[in-house]
């Protein structure tokens, strides 16, 4: 468990003896003979004994555990059915999932104040305390019954997997047997975070196990959202308003009036719902429906004018900004500084991508104050929520079946797709299931904010970074997903913001922000705040190493001496990439790292340039992680895997712009993503330590991006401070530079 | 409205729809056969990838109007037990990761090694590259189908 797990997946390399070396010789592969306990146990009917609202016992030794969270790739539903299963002592072959909990007052996250939502790497982390004590008290529970029915104390019990064994007299009961006669109570046995395991004694905490929807997700039978069929139900998709909050004035009904199958148009607030008999028809419709909007503010809105607005006063030192970390005296340390470094730093608006379009089927009953809901979701408690508001009735009344997620990344928190699936169902008295098309998907983006930074370094006589401030320049996520919670954090948006801390000793900070109001659709989109924050932050850290004259990352480690996590990262990340030997011809390496969704990440990313083109093409990546206790390696290898990869479509590829209100892009041929041949060789190598597990689905993707600015500036001399590095930006980079 | 008469999955079926319906939603929603996935509906993405005889094609491209007399098979039938070498590789070693694209993914690398039964990995990445995985599984995919090759 405490051995460092290396992962040298080699993708792409030509030598055979790289793949070889790969996950498979480390134990890292699976075959369907480790899953046939998995079939047994999901082939069970629920029929046996609850004990508790976590967890039922069957008689014939499976066991099956509650799930609060979403599953979208990131393995949450393995690694906490893991967790509960390592505190309970099950036999985990045994040990499968019920569906996805949509109770928040029993399975909400501690994270979020209790609610049920799958967001900043937050389920591992919210859920470690409350899974491992309800997971204890349901095996206390078991030996106070063994040892009741043996008469035997307590303290002379202790248990196997899915086993409770009295060894002085050699007696044996399996939990089934045991559930089979104890006697619930309505309070479960207390027990504290000290009865819990230590990690010394872990049997499946720290393995890397095989996930339980793989085998789902290779043969056509994992059911998405998008894949529900409920009887009699029709179809329905949505014409949006282009422009942000803009309604429909008229609607031409005439227009669709040549296609057959068509029900009903539903005028709502922000947009027309089609419903049809087939979703042919409804696409169909969608396509030549003709509405005239409402004029709003957000058409004059345009996001390229914008961001050298954004720029301006994030320069414009006059005006102060909310002060979001303040230590020591800055302006005092930049007055003695006997060197300053200064810098500007834009990122543009992203789209999610993800790859099933937004999509839910609702029934709402006949009185209307009712409603069954079938979908994918990152926040059943946001669903619930929304959908009760809107029918202006009690949660209760609403049911809702969680599906497994075609990706979230943060697009899937939001319940804007709610009252459209309500209007329909409402309006035409069935189910309706809404598909949303790619082309709506991607004009209706929830956009990561655009952001401007403007860094100062100030640097004394002897080489000291002795201040450091960051000003940050956008629109807060939560004034347009949760307008309270700006409220609550006192205008310092926590999700813009995020990671905008540094994790250097630096003794005076500035760090604050300037809030946009432009009215754009923002939400969390992978990474959080740190996608664009880290990027400003790791480059402009680079470019400090270089007017200082000092190696990128002995700079890091002079500035992380007392973080022994931190400076381990580091140093096996450079080690990892052979940092500071001689790279390929043509070739470079830039170097980032960070404290990310609380888990301290470093990477290095090697890349090559066509000169010609402008495009920058990533060879290989390395990245070094402290995930705290690794709950399940193999799900973290992958996560970072598919970190490094997004990680690289952000930075070499995504952009969505804004003109006259509506997003310019429309589908995945002018809103391009990361494709095979995008993709470098990947060495991932985790380093457990005993302390409690971190974020896993976002550390890494934050660093990619500074990484290759970084690898660019070491490649060509220019700095590229404006994310993301396309191919126009780079060819006039250079020019300016007079390197071409 | 049409009837068509086609083959899916080795069975005979008869749809009747509009002439020119994506094949992706007379799979989908006309024959409930969803492993089968919506992603982008512009033959972008893959991850509606099916086999019409024999070889891999998008059905958002394709309509019902020319599938007549045609077979199809999609990742519902590409093995009766999901015991194909390429479904055994991708478990083997852990490739989805959110999921929805992998039955795109396995109906083209399927493809691939019924014409290529020994591909470089070069010839793997230009066959996958019209294949988007947004959660970035990649290196596994082209594991799997090294492995699929290796241990047929």
């Known amino acids: 468990m405490n051995a460092p797990v290396n992962s040298p997946t080699s993708f792409l390399a ?142 002379e019990l202790t248990t196997e997997p899915s086993v409770v064994v009295h060894a002085a007299s050699g007696r044996r009961l399996t939990y089934s047997e045991i559930a089979a006669f104890a006697v619930v109570p309505a309070e479960l046995p207390a027990v504290q975070k000290s009865d819990l395991k230590p990690m010394s004694a872990y049997r499946i905490i720290g393995k890397p196990l095989a996930r339980r929807d793989i085998p789902l997700k290779v043969d056509g039978s994992a059911q998405f959202g998008m894949d529900v069929q409920i009887p009699g139900m029709v179809y329905g998709t949505i014409l949006r308003s282009p422009s942000e909050g803009a309604s429909p004035k008229k609607v031409d009904e005439a227009s669709v009036a040549a296609i057959p199958g068509i029900i009903k148009i539903v005028p709502m607030k922000d947009a027309v719902g089609i419903v049809a008999e087939t979703i042919e028809a409804a696409f169909a419709a969608r396509g030549v429906l003709q509405v005239e909007w409402s004029a709003v503010d957000f058409d004059r809105y345009a996001s390229e004018p914008a961001l050298v607005q954004f720029v301006e006063r994030a320069k414009n030192l006059s005006e102060a900004g909310l002060p979001f970390v303040k230590t020591g005296d800055s302006d005092a340390a930049f007055a003695k500084a006997g060197k300053t470094v200064t810098a500007e730093y834009t990122t543009d608006y992203l789209y999610h991508a993800q790859m099933e379009p937004i999509n839910i089927t609702a029934s709402v009953n006949a009185q209307g104050d009712g409603a069954e809901i079938w979908m994918g979701t990152q ?34 928190s939001s319940p804007d797709m709610v009252p459209y699936a309500l209007g329909m169902s409402k309006a035409v008295q069935r189910p309706v299931k809404v598909i949303w098309t790619r082309e709506q998907d991607v004009k209706a983006a929830k956009m990561r904010p655009m952001t401007a930074h403007r860094l100062e370094a100030a640097v004394d006589e002897q080489g000291n970074v002795t201040g450091w401030r960051h000003r940050i320049v956008a629109e807060s996520v ?119 969704v609380n888990t301290w990440t470093a990477a290095v990313v090697e890349i090559s340039l066509d000169r010609e083109t402008g495009e920058i093409r990533a060879h290989r990546a390395w990245v070094a992680l402290d995930p705290g206790i690794a709950v399940n390696p193999d799900s973290i290898v992958a996560q970072t895997e598919g970190n490094v990869v997004f990680g690289l479509s952000q930075v070499l590829k995504e952009r969505v712009t804004i003109s006259s209100g509506n997003v310019d892009q429309t589908n995945l041929f002018d809103y391009r993503v990361a494709r095979m041949s995008d993709t470098p060789e990947i060495h991932v190598t985790i380093i457990p330590t005993d302390n409690p597990p971190t974020g896993m689905g976002e550390a890494a993707l934050p660093l990619i991006g500074p990484a290759v600015a970084n690898a660019m500036h070491a490649l060509t001399g220019k700095r590229f401070r404006d994310m993301p590095l396309i191919p126009q930006r780079v060819k006039d980079g250079l020019k300016e530079n007079g390197s071409v | 409205m049409t009837t068509v008469d086609f083959k899916i999955n080795g069975k005979s079926v008869s749809v009747s729809a509009e002439p020119d319906t994506p094949l992706l939603w007379v799979i989908r929603e006309h024959l409930k056969l969803t492993g089968t996935k919506y992603g982008c509906g512009a033959g972008m993405c893959g991850a509606c990838t099916v086999h019409i005889d024999g070889r891999s094609a998008r059905s958002c491209r394709a309509q019902l109007q020319d599938m007549a007399g045609k077979s199809v098979t999609t990742i519902e039938g590409l093995s009766a037990t999901s015991d194909h070498p390429l479904q055994k590789a991708w478990i083997a070693e852990q490739t989805p990761q959110c999921g929805y694209c992998q039955s795109g993914q396995i109906m083209q690398a399927a493809d691939l090694l019924q014409r290529n039964p020994h591909p470089t990995r070069d010839e793997i990445v230009r066959h996958m590259d019209g294949n988007i995985c947004r959660c970035g599984t990649y290196p596994r995919i082209v594991r799997a189908i090294e492995r699929a090759v290796k241990e047929g």
């Open chain 1, 379 to 412: 926040s059943q408690s946001a669903i619930i929520g929304a959908a009760a508001a809107i029918l202006k009735t009690k949660p209760e009344k609403i049911t809702l079946h969680p599906h497994f997620l075609g990706g979230g990344f943060g697009r899937r």
């Open chain 1, 478 to 596: 939560v004034a347009y997903s949760a307008p309270a919670r700006l409220e609550q954090a006192k205008g310092l948006d926590p999700l813009t913001l995020e990671g905008a801390k540094i994790n250097y000793e630096i003794p005076n900070q500035a760090i604050s922000y300037l809030r946009e109001i432009r009215g754009a659709p923002l939400s969390a989109w992978r990474g959080i705040g740190a996608g664009h924050n880290k990027f400003a932050i790791e480059g402009f850290a680079d470019e400090v190493a270089t007017a200082l004259n000092v190696d990128p990352v002995a700079f890091r480690l002079q500035l992380c001496k007392s973080n022994p996590r931190a400076t381990k990262v580091i140093k096996t990340v450079a080690d990892m990439a052979g940092w500071g030997s001689a790279r390929p011809a043509g070739r470079a390496v830039g170097f980032a790292f960070g404290e990310i």
């Open chain 1, 14 to 155: 030509t030598s055979r003896r790289g793949f070889l070396t790969g996950a498979a010789s480390l134990g890292f592969a699976f075959t369907l003979g480790d899953l046939v306990g998995v079939a047994q146990a999901q082939a069970a009917e629920t029929s046996g004994t609850a004990i508790g609202y976590w967890v039922t016992i069957n008689a014939d030794g499976g066991i099956q555990i509650a799930m609060p969270a979403a599953e979208m790739g990131q393995g949450s539903s393995t690694a906490l059915a893991m967790v509960f299963a390592e505190e309970l002592d099950a036999d985990w072959p045994k040990v499968s999932t019920l569906d996805i909990a949509t109770r928040a007052d029993i399975y909400g996250n501690p994270a979020f104040g209790g609610a049920l939502i799958t967001v900043g790497s937050k389920s591992i982390q919210g859920y470690w305390d409350k899974v491992r004590l309800q997971a204890a008290s349901v095996r206390r529970l078991l030996m106070q019954a063994a040892a009741a029915q043996w008469s035997v104390p307590l303290a």
